[in-house]
């Protein structure tokens, strides 16, 4: 069902104005890890003893590999429900995904403050299998991998390489279906990190159910990004846009949305949490932005007729990627407080060489993506079946 | 041929694996674990402490630990809070005229801060590569910086923010209080409480730290009895175990019964904590979390083990997916033609 769409690399210049702008940034983020590896984590980043974790962790890990789940759920869609026309949108979903994963587990070894240790985290003798990160680094080194070879295919075939190919094929199943575990596995885990932290967090994003929450919001960020990124591809390459493939993928998107939206709600009910969203602070205000992210896709893309607007599909993702983003950032940072402020009251805002580093890694992964689309088959051939 | 039905058992298939994924089960639950009973800690009476900060210096001495200048001068230790250089600190809570000790109103009291070694330590839980850990017989809550990745886990979840990394070194390590483990073997116990010249600090087992805390809050404010200084024997201590600790023995003093909020803080919070704490003001004004009986490490380590305890779930979900993706992956290549 998926041979209708052979996929062809876009071709063009390699030399262009993005191109340079990543060029710029990624020399930025070079210097400034140049003087954090020298220095200490204390001479770039604003980290003190009340937040320990800061957007290295949160944007590029938590945010970054939610971002990274189009691969995932467009695979899902496919693969295991079997919706085979949606697979033009697999090989661009995987290889934003790809380069997500891949960069937010380099990413992480710019945080660690004993770095050369880091393998300890996959060494049996060290292994603390009772910890939610030991779960999450596994899950996530595994899955870079699985995923790489379910991008094989791609380099197999600009090279050549038919029988490899063929091989793989063959079993090519199994790592799909494996890449469909591991990030469920580790996107609900990657909530269930703020589960230990107990009451620092608060009550509107501190829940049992917090690994549900996380990954049912990874998938919905899942498609959000696949709209974001098929709109961005088609105006940039001035391709045409898939929209007889985005418009009912909204809608799953919308349907997966509600079930998120409803389980969210139920869940503060239920806990007599919402209570918390009704006092005049900075937590819940920033509760209620992000609720307004996650319901604005249902005013934007609600009926098939909005659906058939592309720049609705693109604010609709829009809207998905920020509730994402503010559920996580709301977790870990905002509603999270040592509570111990008696001599000290903590604070953090991230420095600019903190923002420089993770626009860095931001432009790698647009630079990579442009690289391999122009140059492998990733994207469906213009014109191709349809 | 993709039909419906397949699609129908691909959603079962997806759903359930989702929904199993996700629903915590009781039967894998971790209960909060409880102190061992031979376990070691302190106990910090507020009300006996003058504020003298002799604990913050022997802690200092005791684990090499640098000054941290925060004044002008840069001529004495001045610590703002505990931090990867400083394990130990006295803070004080004052209010108004600040005129009589440990009285709420216009009155001003002390507290230790320093790790509590929890029954049921979130660091540790938390640890990825088991850096933090618990000695079973002593309870002591350790830290093995040759494991360490710095990845501050334990010191997000720390209810009473005790792990610090050191930010200002490129190869900083956690700092946490260990109970002064490495002098144990010479026999020396917390250099915190050997100097306390109030016995504000006492050290000991916790079990008999516990009888000693709620002896004091059964005694009338005001009466006079008699504390100890410096360690707290075991109830019916042998000589030969008493041998094991060098310092002097017998170093009880008269002191009059300070007028005690009727808690001992950490006899329950999140299972209990090997340090205790006796106060006249109220615990959360001076820096200690309320806390439930119940430790976030149990919540966090149920879901945990229920998600992946023997690797069984996944394991299933996986052979479920493959058996899905097995009939509906279809490979790429042209000339095999599609299907749907
Ligand atoms: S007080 Fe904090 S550092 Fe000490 S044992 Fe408890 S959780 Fe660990
Ligand atoms: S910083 Fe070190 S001790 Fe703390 S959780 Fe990470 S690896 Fe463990
Ligand atoms: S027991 Fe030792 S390390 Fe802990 S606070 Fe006392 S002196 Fe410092």
Not at chain 1, 217 to 230: K, P, Q, T
Not at chain 1, 365 to 371: G, K, N, Q, W
Request: charged share 15%; net charge neutral.
């Amino acid at each position: 069902m998926s041979a209708h769409h052979p996929a062809a690399p876009v071709g063009g210049k390699l030399f262009n104005l993005p191109v340079m702008i990543c060029s710029v940034l990624i020399a930025a983020m070079l210097a400034i890890l140049f003087v954090r590896f020298i220095f200490g984590l204390g001479a770039v980043t604003n980290l003190n003893d009340g937040y320990p974790w800061g957007i290295w962790v949160v944007f590029d890990v938590v945010i970054g590999s939610a971002f990274a789940c189009g691969g995932f759920s467009v695979a899902m869609l496919v693969y295991i429900f079997n919706r085979g026309h949606y697979h033009p949108l697999v090989r661009p979903a995987l290889l934003a995904s790809l380069f997500g994963y891949t960069l937010a587990g380099v990413g992480v070894l710019f945080d660690l403050g004993r770095w050369w240790n880091f393998w300890h985290i996959l060494w049996p003798t060290y292994a603390n299998p009772n910890s939610v990160m030991f779960e999450v680094a596994v899950c996530i080194s595994a899955y870079v991998m699985v995923m790489w070879i379910e991008f094989s295919p791609v380099f197999m075939e600009q090279w050549g390489l038919k029988v490899q190919k063929q091989k793989l094929e063959k079993v090519l199943f199994f790592f799909i279906a494996l890449g469909t575990l591991l990030p469920m596995m580790h996107q609900s885990s990657l909530g269930t990190m703020l589960v230990v932290m107990g009451p620092q967090v608060n009550p509107l994003w501190q829940t049992p159910i917090v690994p549900l929450l996380y990954l049912l919001s990874a998938i919905v960020i899942g498609y959000g990004v696949v709209l974001f990124e098929s709109c961005v591809a088609a105006s940039a390459y001035r391709r045409q846009i898939e929209m007889h493939l985005l418009q009912p993928m909204a809608k799953i998107m919308l349907g997966v949305l509600a079930v998120f939206m409803l389980i969210r709600f139920g869940d503060l009910v239920v806990r007599g949490a919402l209570g918390h969203a009704l006092s005049p602070s900075l937590e819940a205000f920033f509760f209620w932005l992000e609720t307004a992210c996650f319901a604005a896709p249902f005013l934007i893309v609600g009926t098939p007729g909005a659906r058939r607007n592309p720049a609705r599909l693109f604010l609709a993702g829009c809207a998905i990627m920020m509730g994402g983003i503010l559920l996580r950032i709301n977790g870990f940072l905002i509603g999270y407080d040592t509570g111990l402020g008696v001599d000290h009251g903590w604070n953090y805002f991230p420095s600019i060489a903190e923002m420089i580093v993770t626009l860095g890694m931001f432009a790698i992964e647009v630079l990579a993506y442009i690289v391999i689309t122009r140059r492998f088959p990733v994207l469906a051939r213009e014109g191709a079946a349809h | 041929m993709a039909t419906r039905r397949d699609f129908l058992k691909g959603c079962l298939a997806g759903g359930a694996a989702a929904a199993t994924a996700v629903l915590p089960e009781t039967a894998c639950a971790r209960d909060t674990l409880v102190r061992p009973p031979e376990g070691l800690g302190l106990l910090y009476d507020a009300t006996l402490c003058v504020g003298c900060q002799a604990c913050v210096a022997a802690c200092k001495r005791a684990n090499d630990n640098p000054a941290e200048f925060t004044a002008m001068d840069n001529l004495w230790d001045t610590p703002l809070d505990t931090s990867g250089h400083t394990f130990n600190l006295i803070k004080m809570y004052r209010n108004g005229t600040m005129e009589t000790k440990d009285s709420e109103l216009n009155g001003f009291s002390f507290m230790k801060t320093s790790c509590m070694h929890c029954a049921d330590p979130s660091c540790v839980s938390a640890c990825p590569v088991s850096s933090m850990q618990k000695d079973p017989v002593t309870g002591v809550v350790s830290y093995d910086p040759d494991a360490c990745i710095g990845c501050r886990y334990c010191v997000a979840a720390c209810p009473f923010g005790i792990p610090k990394y050191q930010y200002d070194s490129p190869t900083g390590k956690i700092g946490k209080c260990e109970l002064c483990r490495h002098r144990h073997e010479d026999g020396h116990y917390s250099a915190c409480a050997e100097v306390c010249p109030t016995g504000a600090t006492l050290f000991g087992r916790t079990e008999d730290l516990l009888a000693e805390a709620k002896r004091r809050l059964a005694l009338k404010p005001g009466e006079w009895t008699t504390v100890p200084r410096g360690r707290l024997p075991a109830t019916g201590e042998t000589p030969e175990a008493a041998a094991k600790w060098k310092g002097p023995v017998d170093q009880g003093y008269q002191a009059q019964v300070g007028n005690y909020l009727q808690h001992v803080y950490g006899e329950t919070e999140y299972g209990g904590t090997q340090v205790l704490k006796l106060s006249a003001v109220n615990f959360q004004k001076v820096g200690l979390p309320d806390l439930p009986p119940k430790s976030s490490a149990a919540s966090s380590e149920t879901i945990q083990h229920t998600l992946y305890g023997g690797m069984i779930m996944p394991i299933a979900v996986l052979a479920g997916l493959t058996w899905v993706a097995k009939r509906n992956v279809v490979p790429d290549d042209d000339d095999k033609g599609g299907q749907s």
